[in-house]
Structure formats: C-alpha cells, structure tokens
T-cell receptor, first 113, second 114 residues
Framework: EDQVTQSPEALRLQEGESSSLNCSYT??????LFWYRQDPGKGPEFLFT???AGEEKEKERLKATLTKKESFLHITAPKPEDSATYLC??????????????FGTGTLLAVQP | DAGVIQSPRHEVTEMGQEVTLRCKPI?????LFWYRQTMMRGLELLIY????????DSGMPEDRFSAKMPNASFSTLKIQPSEPRDSAVYFC????????????FGPGTRLTVL
C-alpha cells in the first residue's frame, strides 16, 4: 500500500536555527513528490515538485531534496513567518488515474523570535 | 485570477440534515479534487474529476457522500444524511493536465455536524 510518513510531528526552532523536515514514502512507482505549506485556517499552498532521486529545488530559505525512499525539506536560518504546517505528498502511477496525491500528516513548525 | 472558490466557508448543521458544499475551480483547469482534512487522518482525497468526469471515487467514505461536476466551472459535494463524524474541513483543489501537476487549493469549508 502506498504510504507517506512525515517526521517530526512538531518542531520548535529559534529564529536562525536551521533544521530539516523528513518525508519517507513507499510507493509502487513515483511520478512526483510535492511539498506544500499550510497556514492555520487556509488551504495548502504549493512549494515544490520533485520528480527523480537526486533532484533539488530551492525557494528563499527552503530547499527540498529527494532520494529513492525519502525527501527532506531543509530550512536555513528560519524566521517567524516560516511557522506553518508543512505537508508532503506523493503521486504514483495508477494506470489511468495519475492525478491522485497521497498526503502525509504534516510537520507543524513553530519559529520563535 | 481569483483562485479556487469554495462556499460556504463555515457550515454548522444538525445530524440528519443534508449538506451541500460548492466549488469553482480555476478557469482553464481540467482536474478537480475534493479532500477532507481531520486531525486524526490528515488530508484525504475523496474524489477527483478530469474533464468533468469522475475518475477515482475510492475515497468517498460511503453512500451518504456524492459529488457532481455538471460543467467545467462548478462542482458540488453533498452529504445526506450528515453525521457528527463528518465534521472536518473540506477542501476543493484544481489543476491543469494529467501529469505531476501542482494542485491549487481553495480556502476550505469547515463543517460541524451537531
């Protein structure tokens, strides 16, 4: 069964304290791995898509990497405005139904000033 | 672009009542998704449509749930009769294409069934 596991469930950092969030996955055939950010009371907001092992993408203080079994979201010198829940999702090959995303339960990040 | 539009934003109803959630996808997008988010189970796909046709409804919990997409700019998710365990935030999302394309989410409808 396709599965996505995120760790830790919650992370508290001091402003400027870099860290990484983990997303491990089990999927029959990976089409893409997605990272989303979700603020309280809002819908998830797209951050990155990674397609193959070894791929990396960056946006401001965030950098996403991908291996064959997991993805990391590295946060460098975080600021309080980076506080949010970060969701990881995988899209697998399901024959004709290729758009389905399977989400992890997220990591709640709190960055204190 | 206004993004994905959902209504209502909040719905409080009593057990046994019919609930209808509405979604307008981003213009030009041909895939539409309905998700449910709870603390216990996270974000779960209920059903998705491509070109107004339901493709995968394996996440629909039971016959009390139904979804329609009569045209490219409108979809509904109906719960009849509603139960307290249906309380959750329901999100609609849309995307363009059949590949690994990003999905754009609406603001969600928070449903409370008393």
């Amino acid at each position: 069964e396709d599965q996505v596991t995120q760790s830790p469930e919650a992370l508290r950092l001091q402003e400027g304290e870099s860290s990484s969030l983990n997303c491990s996955y089990t999927v029959s055939g990976l089409r893409g791995l997605f990272w989303y950010r979700q603020d309280p009371g809002k819908g998830p907001e797209f951050l990155f898509t990674l397609y193959s092992a070894g791929e990396e993408k960056e946006k401001e203080r965030l950098k996403a990497t991908l291996t064959k079994k997991e993805s990391f979201l590295h946060i460098t010198a975080p600021k309080p405005e980076d506080s949010a829940t970060y969701l990881c999702a995988v899209q697998a090959y399901y024959g004709g139904a290729t758009n389905k995303l399977i989400f992890g339960t997220g990591t709640l990040l709190a960055v204190q000033p | 672009d206004a993004g994905v539009i959902q209504s209502p934003r909040h719905e409080v109803t009593e057990m046994g009542q019919e609930v209808t959630l509405r979604c307008k996808p981003i213009s030009g997008h041909n895939s539409l998704f309905w998700y449910r988010q709870t603390m216990m189970r996270g974000l779960e796909l209920l059903i998705y449509f491509n070109n107004n046709v339901p493709i995968d409804d394996s996440g629909m919990p039971e016959d009390r749930f139904s979804a329609k997409m009569p045209n490219a700019s409108f979809s509904t998710l109906k719960i009849q009769p509603s139960e307290p365990r249906d309380s959750a935030v329901y999100f609609c999302a849309s995307s363009y294409g059949q590949g690994a394309d990003e999905q754009f989410f609406g603001p969600g409808t928070r449903l409370t069934v008393l």
